[in-house]
């Protein structure tokens, strides 16, 4: 197995060189959190502060080979961007977000464009990260393929008009399909024990 590391490449110990805890680690990942909610405006950001924190440290954890060194970078596990914890679940609070204002829609698929398409096959690499991280016994598949697809509804959400499409054959396909990555979201989550807050 792999150590984890801190910055200077040794084996992340505490200021008097004793073994970390993994208690001491949640409180560091906790509080990160909690500053950058406070910094962002959030109120109350107690408990939401440790699902986020947590959640940067198992995403952080499990998102690497498990035979293979990696360093503990606290700036680098708590960002909202990139391959991160806090960036799958920042995705999956937007989708929730969006799917409460657009209220009821029907269920349907039309995939006219290229940022569907590509969220489809960002589903189907999904569900063979699955199988391939259960057989190989390696999370650091799905949490590949989850951040991929938290990528690609990115780009999807960023390109595509969703809330103000006036084709309603358009906006219910939009709608289901961020429905659809939702679902794969928390999938992926609850795979890698990771909770996904009411809000970010």
Avoid: H, W
Avoid at 129 to 154: D, E, G, I, R, T
Wanted: overall charge positive; charged content about 25%.
């Amino acid at each position: 197995y792999g150590t984890m590391n801190g910055k200077d490449g040794k084996p992340f110990k505490t200021r008097s060189g004793d073994t970390i805890k993994l208690n001491d680690i949640i409180n560091l990942v906790t509080d990160k959190a909690k500053e950058k909610l406070v910094a962002n405006g959030v109120q109350n950001a107690g408990t939401i502060a440790e699902s986020i924190g947590v959640g940067a440290m198992k995403f952080g954890d499990l998102s690497n080979e498990v035979n293979r060194d990696y360093l503990f970078d606290l700036d680098a596990f708590m960002s909202f961007e990139g391959k991160t914890g806090p960036y799958i679940q920042y995705t999956a609070v937007r989708i929730k977000s969006l799917l409460a204002k657009a209220g009821e829609f029907k269920y349907g698929f039309d995939l006219a464009t290229k940022e569907e398409n590509a969220l489809i096959i960002e589903i189907l690499k999904m569900i063979d990260a699955f199988y391939n991280a259960l057989n190989n016994y390696a999370p650091n598949l799905v949490c590949n393929a989850v951040y991929s697809l938290a990528s690609a509804y990115s780009t999807f959400y960023n390109n595509v008009r969703i809330l103000t499409e006036t084709n309603k054959v358009k906006r219910n396909s939009y709608l289901s399909l961020s429905k659809l990555v939702l679902n794969y979201l928390e999938k992926a989550c609850d795979l890698l024990a990771i909770t996904i807050p009411e809000r970010m």
